[in-house]
DNA sequence: ATCCATCTTCCAAAAATGATCAAAGTCGTG
DNA sequence: CACGACTTTGATCATTTTTGGAAGATGGAT
């Protein structure tokens, strides 16, 4: 296994639970134990994580660093992620509003949607997605004011809370850090903030999340399950956590990793 | 079977999972470990892909996600550009507020602030200036909202034009595309509008305009040039264009262009 | 204080790398 | 078609990087 991909695994499984032993991480990697605190010190190094005695954290404050490492970040955009993409990108119908939340899944679904060359209006509070689809020129994009988040392409803020406020989509994709069979959270307050907002702007709101991202928690709620229309996952979810959140009532799309 | 087949399919592999080994990838095409390497090295080169050690990882920017660098970078060819970007860089005192208006010569000038690493608080109605602005953990960034006008990274409408009303700067970086002695003009309704906001909002405006742009006219005028505290501009600026705007009052920084 | 898990430091084996070189292939020219 | 100039390929080898383990130091519990 490559380096590479080893320390991007090692933030996925941190994503999880926010933290890890390095037992645990060994067991779940096969590789020795001085490997992987060198890996550990590396992403510490790089400011992906802390460590503390025995395992490490995750380094919540640093959504996207400074030059976020650039091997680990493409690392995420596996082909789970293009692969909901894909499929929320096929939801659009021409001449509708779409709400675009912040963030990598998102992204992916803004860049399928970009390449159906289909004309339609959209909504974002991430500076990338913006960037990407006004390349199109069938596609009207607005963008909601705002403070940047550091270190990230995310806007947030007061300013950003009021454009959306006013606004009434057909759809809006959401994403999320982190969900339970009832909750949806992520990792601040103000993220937490406008993501409440879109859910409350949108007919259908879709959310966006790679299996990872199921039955974990994160630091603040900004809604609940039952606020989702579909949720579009990807194929490694368990067949466990399918069942509940089915029985819940929720419509989940499990879309298989095509590798383009 | 033709190297630029091969390197095709190279990236092609590399997009199943982001990054794959050597290894991978000579079983995958067949073909000797030196070879291999040596498309991976090309492949670095240009810019598709980056290397780890053992192995190669996409590269995310050319996948397309956003690379608001690229209108940037060529207007850094300029050495105009680049010295006039430099000067108004040097103009901003840490803490300050300022405005970049959108355009080349300011995002030029957002480039300098950013490699000073001063502290301040930025506001700028341009996706790629924000996006720019926004890597530098000290500077705070604000976007305005608004819609981006199609095939460029410009916010305008009503959203934008209502943040910036309530809004006062130290300084204001303008750009123009035009300007005689007395009037400041573009091509737009829509971003004069801005533009004229953006003149009321600051105790000090400058204004940033290489010399092509001195002497001519565009279809919409957005404000006076006693409006200005002072007018960056490159050496081919012509003597009587000079002497008539100094006549006038105008503060001149004329920079000589700085070869790198 | 004592014990045990964890951490650091070091070393040798294994893997990957960059440089070099001969063989094979490609191209333009007469 | 034959020739030389040039590029591409595959193999070898010394060097560097990474890896896994061992020995000793450190730190946190009881």
Redesign the interface.
């Known amino acids: 296994m ?4 080893r320390r991007a695994r090692i933030i996925e499984l941190l994503r999880k639970d926010g933290m890890a032993s390095l037992k645990d991480l060994t067991d779940a990697l096969d590789v020795s134990l001085s490997t992987l605190r060198r890996d550990v010190d590396y992403l510490c190094e790089s400011g992906h994580l802390e460590r503390t005695h025995g395992g490490a954290v995750l380094n919540v404050n640093r959504h996207g660093s ?2 976020p490492a ?2 680990i ?7 789970a992620k293009r692969a909901i993409g894909q499929r929320a990108a096929n939801l659009i119908k021409p001449g509708q509003t779409v709400i675009f939340d912040s963030g990598t899944t998102t ?1 992916a679904a803004a ?1 399928c949607v970009r390449e159906r060359g289909i004309a339609f209006t959209a909504f974002t509070n991430d ?9 199109s ?1 069938a596609i ?14 995310t ?1 947030l803020g007061s ?2 809370l009021h ?1 959306i406020l006013r606004l009434h989509a057909d759809i809006a994709f959401i994403g999320t850090h982190a969900m339970t069979a009832t909750d949806l959270s992520d990792t601040s307050i103000d993220l937490a903030e406008i993501k409440r907002a879109f859910l409350m702007a949108a007919d259908l709101v879709v959310l966006l999340a790679d299996s990872s991202k199921i039955f974990s928690r994160a630091f603040c709620s900004f809604g609940r399950t039952s606020q989702i229309g579909l949720l579009v996952t990807d194929t490694r979810v368990s067949p466990e956590a399918e069942a509940d959140l089915r029985g819940r009532g929720l419509a989940l799309d499990i879309v298989p990793e095509v ?2």
């Open positions: 490559l380096p590479a991909m400074f030059e650039r091997d970040a493409t690392a995420l955009e596996s082909s992204a860049l500076l990338a997605i913006a960037t990407l689809l006004s390349a020129p009207q994009v607005f963008v909601s004011g705002g403070s940047v988040r550091p270190g990230s392409t806007l300013g950003a454009s590798p383009e």
